[in-house]
């Protein structure tokens, strides 16, 4: 299992940007996928990005394609969302985990339990 802290979020204007942060301890952190997932007021948890293990490939919901960038930094174990162009519905709280090995757009079962989150407001 891994531990997750998400940080980086707070409110911020239509058309800013935010950097979030994902700290991963536990198991070995750079054999994992890991991915980006958001949760909306009054709605469910949804897939933002993921991102493979070294990094190589990357991958986007396509509400947030052009907008957001993933990366990973598998020394510091720790992965970033870099988020431009806000728009306010991209309000939500904002979590990480490793996603399945089968489908990216979905948490890898038995990883553990979900962080906190980083609460991301956008303002109009």
């Known amino acids: 299992q891994v531990q997750l802290v998400e940080s980086g979020g707070g409110l911020v204007q239509a058309g800013g940007s935010l950097r979030l942060s994902c700290t991963v301890s536990?198991?070995?952190?750079?054999?994992?996928?890991m991915g980006w997932f958001r949760q909306p007021p009054g709605n469910e948890r949804e897939f933002v990005a993921a991102?493979?293990?070294?990094?190589?490939?990357?991958y986007y919901a396509d509400s947030v394609k052009g907008r957001f960038t993933i990366s990973r930094d598998n020394a510091k174990r720790t992965m970033y969302l870099q988020m431009n162009s806000l728009k306010p519905e991209d309000t939500a709280v904002y979590y990480c985990?490793?996603?399945?090995?089968?489908?990216?757009?979905?948490?890898?079962?038995?990883?553990?339990?979900w962080g906190q989150g980083t609460q991301v407001t956008v303002s109009s």
């Open positions: 536990g198991r070995t952190f750079s054999v994992y996928r």
């Open positions: 985990a490793p996603t399945s090995p089968t489908n990216y757009r979905n948490p890898r079962d038995g990883f553990g339990s």
């Open positions: 991102i493979s293990w070294t990094g190589g490939n990357t």
